[in-house]
Structures are given as structure tokens and as C-alpha cells.
């Protein structure tokens, strides 16, 4: 039978789920039905649900309104799309109406709010996911088994940065992410939540982490009538210490004016792989491996390599259908674990992990001091968080 699929949060990221759950049914017609759309601008709900009948002549049931959503429909999951101070409210309503959930990223706006969805999925015995695409494509799966294959040798750190200028006026109008209190953070928290479940992929968690965390420039955007504060950072410095003796130094900034720099690698004992793309979303497929002799091999050999050494099992597995998308393949993973009554690759226990990186980085900068990385995770360090959390009541 298949199964009743919500979108809650029908802006911005959600089209790509949307994308994906569309494909999933076009190639299993019976593993699941798009059945409400929910999205307090209506509108937003509306186009989602009319996608929907376009591809399947059903249209889903539109809400503005997640408890009125879970009154009236038989859910089996949840797509949790909205922005990210309320992850953790429409998760819990979710869990505790017995609706499995995959959350965008990050899993929660903190550490108290990631763990009040976890704990919800457990008294309640259901699926908690988090939405992390980066790590699933070829590329990055590659990159993976080449390093604990130990192509590169052992590997001992990563260098990560970017400088460049951005321009600000205060004419710039405000969004919701701009505020503390609904997106938790800047660029280290959005984009960066890619990087740091990727870092923690590929070398395990942090024993450390020491971070300066600036807004060098004075930001400020328009809001209605008036002109307030952008709380975002603009610059970042922050150094990383894992249990497996790997270093990384991830640097950001966009207070830079007059030259640019975006470099990407990672640096073993016979080698380095070299990325091509941004400091968030790598490794990208026109990266490459640059021995000590100076051999090359571009990322392509290696996912040829990586692909034919999989057993049809891990294949399936991996990549259904073949599926190469990030996002295709979480949201497949998700409805076929709820099908299959199996684990997703990654809960929200993960999430925590990987999102308590970018925690770490901005607790580490309003302490001025370097910071365990198992105290963020265990919520004993919440200098910065404090605001938030009181915030929401956390």
C-alpha cells in the first residue's frame, strides 16, 4: 500500500523535495501518494498541490495549518520544509500524531531543539531523518572510499576557505533568515550544515573546535518600513580538531574587497584531493587527486572506480534506480525505510552530530575560546544558543 506523504513548508528548498517525490512515484507508482501540502501562505501550498495533480490527476488536500493537517489526514510521513525555528514544533506535533518525519536541515534551530525531536521520535517509535543530500551523490561517496582506502595515505587535514567581497545595502530586503531566532545562525549554520555533515563523514567527530565568528561590516536590511539589523556573520575563522588526529581549517568571509580566494583540499600523507567548487557542497565532480610524484587522476576515474567496485546489494542500496541526486535519494531513503521498517542513513542523531560542528563554531566565538565538541553535543555549552532557546521556551 502506499504510503500518505506531507510537504509541510512549500517554499524555497521544498521544490526540490517536491521534484523528488514526484520521481519516486513516477518510477514506483504504489510507493507513496502526495496527499496535503501545508503552508500558511496558501498560495504557496496551493501551487504545490496543483504540481501534483499536473503529474497524477490527484490533487492533495491544501492546509495552512499543521494541527489541522494532522486532524484530518492518515499521515505515514512528513516532509518538514519550513523555516528552521520551527523544525522542531511541526517535528514533535508530527512524531507525537505518529507521523514519521525528514526534517531540512539543520535538524533543529539548537541543540535543545534537535533533541526535542529525537526525543519525541523515541517515545513515540518513529522515524526522526535528517534532509542532508551532499554526502549521498557519487562524488562525495567516492571521496569517502578513497580516503579509507588510503589512496592518499593517512590523512592528516583540510584547508577549506574562501575570501571575497559582497556587496550590502540597506535597502536590501529583510528575510527570515537574517534573524537569529528563526534561522539560528548565519552562513555556518545553512550552507555550512552541508559542510559539516560532509567533514564529519569523512573523518568522524571533532575532538575541538577554536573559531573567531565576525560581522565586520555593518549589516543592516529593510524590514516593512524600517531598516534593522541583519544578524549574520560575514566572517569566519575556525579551526577543527578531530578524534582521528585530522586538522581542518575552515575559513569564510565576505568582507574581502579587491581579491578573491576559494581553495578546497585535502591533504594525506602520499596526496591530496583537490576540489573545484565552493567551501560548502564538495567534493565536486571536477575535483581531483594529485599525488606526491605529481600523478593526477580526476574525480571522474575515481567514481568509475568507486561505482564498479560496489556489489549489486550496496548499488541498490546507494543509488536506487540509479538515482544520482541528493535529494531524490533522501527522500527516497526515507519514504523506503518507513516502507521497510528499517533505519534511515541519517537520524536525527546524526544530524545533531554534524550540526553541532557549526554550533561549536559560533559557541567557540562568543566564548572566545576553543570548545569540546562532545559538551556542544551533550548541550553543556550554550552561551549563544541561550537567546534562542529562551526564545522558543527550549
Not at 368 to 385: E, L, M, P, S, T
Amino acid at each position: 500500500m502506499a504510503l500518505n506523504v506531507a510537504i509541510i513548508g512549500c517554499g524555497g528548498m521544498a521544490g526540490g523535495h517536491l521534484n523528488s517525490y514526484i520521481k519516486i512515484k513516477q518510477t514506483e507508482p504504489d510507493k507513496i501518494d502526495l496527499t496535503a501540502m501545508c503552508d500558511p501562505v496558501r498560495q504557496n501550498a496551493e501551487n504545490f498541490a496543483d504540481r501534483v495533480k499536473e503529474a497524477f490527476g490527484k490533487r492533495p488536500t491544501v492546509y495552512t495549518d499543521v494541527d489541522e493537517m494532522l486532524a484530518k489526514e492518515d499521515l505515514d510521513g512528513a516532509d518538514i520544509c519550513s523555516p528552521h525555528s520551527h523544525h522542531h514544533i511541526n517535528g514533535v506535533k508530527c512524531l507525537d500524531n505518529g507521523v514519521n518525519i525528514i526534517v531540512e536541515k539543520p535538524i533543529g534551530i539548537t541543540v535543545r531543539a534537535t533533541v526535542a525531536i529525537m526525543n519525541a521520535a523515541r517515545r513515540n517509535g518513529k522515524i526522526a531523518a535528517t534532509a542532508e543530500q551532499i554526502r549521498r551523490m557519487p562524488s562525495r561517496r567516492a571521496s569517502k572510499w578513497l580516503m579509507d582506502k588510503g589512496m592518499l595515505g593517512e590523512m592528516r587535514m583540510f584547508m577549506s576557505q574562501h575570501a571575497s567581497w559582497r556587496d550590502h545595502k540597506d535597502t536590501d530586503r529583510w528575510h527570515w533568515r537574517l534573524d537569529l531566532n528563526y534561522s539560528g545562525g548565519g552562513m555556518v549554520m545553512d550552507s555550512g550544515a552541508h559542510y559539516c555533515d560532509t567533514i564529519r563523514y569523512l573523518f568522524g567527530d571533532p575532538e575541538s573546535i577554536y573559531a573567531r565568528v565576525e560581522q565586520l561590516e555593518d549589516l543592516k536590511v529593510t524590514k516593512g518600513d524600517e531598516v534593522v539589523k541583519n544578524h549574520h556573520e560575514d566572517t569566519w575563522f575556525a579551526t577543527i580538531n578531530f578524534k582521528s588526529g585530522v586538522i581542518g581549517l575552515w575559513t569564510c568571509t565576505w568582507a574581502a574587497p579587491g581579491a578573491n580566494l576559494n581553495r578546497v583540499v585535502y591533504y594525506g600523507t602520499e596526496g591530496a584531493l583537490v576540489d573545484g567548487g565552493d567551501i560548502f557542497h564538495g567534493p565536486f565532480d571536477n575535483a581531483k587527486i594529485v599525488m606526491r610524484d605529481g600523478t593526477e587522476i580526476p574525480m571522474e576515474q575515481i567514481k568509475k572506480d568507486y561505482l564498479a567496485s560496489l556489489s549489486e546489494e550496496e548499488r541498490n542500496r546507494l543509488f536506487p534506480h540509479g538515482f544520482e541526486d541528493g535529494v531524490l535519494l533522501e527522500c527516497y531513503d526515507f519514504v523506503d525505510a518507513i516502507q521497510h521498517n528499517r533505519p534511515v542513513e541519517i537520524p536525527a542523531e546524526i544530524g545533531l552530530r554534524a550540526k553541532s560542528i557549526a554550533i561549536g563554531i559560533y559557541e567557540s566565538g562568543a566564548l572566545g575560546q576553543a570548545v569540546n565538541f562532545d559538551d556542544i553535543v551533550d548541550g553543556k555549552i550554550r552561551v549563544y544558543q541561550k537567546p534562542i532557546d529562551d526564545h522558543w521556551g527550549l
